[in-house]
């Protein structure tokens, strides 16, 4: 997020202060729309993260949109880029630690045995989308990252994992039950290998072709 989704959003917010006061047309339909999305993204952001809270959601509106507003989600935006950099500095220390620890002759030979086993460059280069053009690209009023997708966490719980993004780690099934990509592949797979057999086992596409044949006969008479 500090790396690419802040930014994009403190870009958006310069451009709506720029343009706060501007009479041309098709400006103010930008900057709805850029509002919205701001709006979108901060409330996103306030589910996500409970230390820091944007209050002024309703001055996110091309109508209520002022100096005072814009002020209050810059220092948000001030906030929330601390919040994360902290974050990414206490990560990147127990990161330090745990690789400092495994410095064992003996483990970090086992590490390289599994590395060259199960590591593959091309493949974590397709995951990690290091191909895209773009890191963020902005889609129905919200930001979506594309860059990474392997460690991006959908938040958003389908019903049948459906519209999840390609090389999610985790999906849902029925909106709260999680389940790992692999496993949930794999589950996918037998549910449709045992309806197809079960429908080859009863002869149901032959019967179905058959009760077709009878309608159609039905409807010519």
């Known amino acids: 997020k500090i790396a690419y989704y802040l930014p994009e959003l403190e870009k958006r917010l310069d451009w709506c202060k720029k343009n706060i ?3 041309n047309d098709s400006i103010k339909n930008i900057l709805e729309s850029k509002l919205k999305l701001l709006k979108n993204e901060f409330k996103k952001e306030d589910l996500s993260n409970s ?21 209050h989600a810059k220092i948000f ?14 990560v990147s220390q127990l990161k330090e630690q745990m690789i400092y620890a495994q410095k064992d002759a003996e483990l970090e030979s ?16 397709i995951v990690k989308g ?16 594309i860059v990474d997708p392997i460690f991006n966490l959908d938040n958003r719980k389908k019903i ?15 909106r709260n039950i999680k389940f790992e990509t692999l496993h949930f592949n794999l589950i996918i ?33």
């Open 21 to 23: 006061n501007s009479n």
């Open 130 to 145: 290091i191909f895209y053009r773009h890191q963020i690209i902005e889609k129905d009023g919200n930001l979506v990252r």
């Open 189 to 221: 797979i037998w549910l449709m290998n045992i309806i197809l057999f079960v429908t080859l086992y009863f002869n149901f596409f032959y019967k179905m072709l058959g009760l077709w044949q009878k309608l159609g006969k039905k409807i010519i008479r």
């Open 110 to 125: 086992s590490l390289d045995f599994l590395r060259n086993k199960f590591s593959n460059n091309y493949v974590t280069d």
């Open 51 to 71: 230390d820091i809270n944007f209050n002024h959601h309703s001055g996110l509106s091309y109508e209520e949109f002022d100096q005072s507003i814009a002020g």
């Open 77 to 90: 935006l001030e906030f929330t880029n601390t919040y994360y950099q902290l974050k990414f500095d206490t």
């Open 160 to 174: 049948l994992g459906i519209g999840s993004h390609f090389y999610a780690p985790f999906k849902y099934i029925f």
